[in-house]
Every structure is written in structure tokens, then in C-alpha cells.
């Protein structure tokens, strides 16, 4: 089985800043994509920044200049440093990895797998 495991979140002010990780644990024999979504009350989920295997990244419009996404593929860990937070970024922040992972029988396996979720409040 594989897990991922956030931290970071919290309340900040608005104009502050924090740092989400999330860490895959498990049979992992490789990462590919990592990304961060997050969902605030009664909207949908969105993505928020992506970083595939060569580093390449995407972004949503409103977090350009103020979100940086980075991972430490030897820890299979993605971060998301959050600046300038604004009122509006306050929602349930996920990361998602899509992942090849070991099986007990010594085959690989492609899986999509999500975080816990962790709520980031920015107070205004």
C-alpha cells in the first residue's frame, strides 16, 4: 500500500505565509506527477500547482507569483510554499501523486493516489 501524508497547514493572516508538504510512504518505485488541489466550502475542487517528473510546472491563474511548487524526488515529497496568502486561498488543500508502486508480487502498478486533505485558513 502507499500513503501520503501532509502537514503544514494552519491560520495565517492575510499577506502571510506557509509551507505544505506531502510525503508518499509505501512501495514506491517511482513518482511521476505531484500536484496540490484544494477545495473551499461549497465550490469545487481545483488544481492548484502541478510538477511533473522533469520539473515541469502548472499553475492556476490566481496563485501566479505567490505559490511555488517543488519536490525532493529521493524523499518522494512534494512542497508547496504559499506567500501573499489572501482571504480567498482558505480551503482544504490536497496533494495528488500518480506513482508506480511495487506489488507483493514484484510487479508495478500505476496508482492515482490522494492526501488526507489539510486546512489552510487565511484570516483577512
Known amino acids: 500500500q502507499v500513503q501520503l501524508v501532509e502537514s503544514g497547514g494552519g491560520l495565517v493572516q492575510a499577506g502571510g505565509s506557509l509551507r505544505l508538504s506531502c510525503k508518499a510512504s509505501?512501495?514506491?518505485?517511482?513518482?511521476?506527477?505531484m500536484g496540490w488541489y484544494r477545495q473551499a466550502p461549497g465550490k469545487q475542487r481545483e488544481m492548484v500547482e502541478t510538477?511533473?517528473?522533469?520539473?515541469?510546472?502548472n499553475y492556476t491563474d490566481s496563485v501566479q507569483r505567490r505559490f511555488i511548487i517543488s519536490r525532493d524526488n529521493a524523499k518522494n515529497t512534494v512542497h508547496l510554499q504559499m506567500n501573499s496568502l489572501k482571504p480567498e486561498d482558505t480551503a482544504v488543500y490536497y496533494c495528488?501523486?500518480?506513482?508506480?508502486?511495487?506489488?507483493?508480487?514484484?510487479?508495478?502498478?500505476?496508482?492515482?493516489?490522494w492526501g488526507q486533505g489539510t486546512q489552510v485558513t487565511v484570516s483577512s
Open positions: 495528488n501523486f500518480d506513482l508506480m508502486m511495487i506489488t507483493p508480487s514484484a510487479r508495478l502498478e500505476n496508482l492515482d493516489v
Open positions: 509505501g512501495s514506491i518505485f517511482s513518482v511521476n506527477y
Open positions: 510538477i511533473t517528473g522533469g520539473g515541469n510546472t
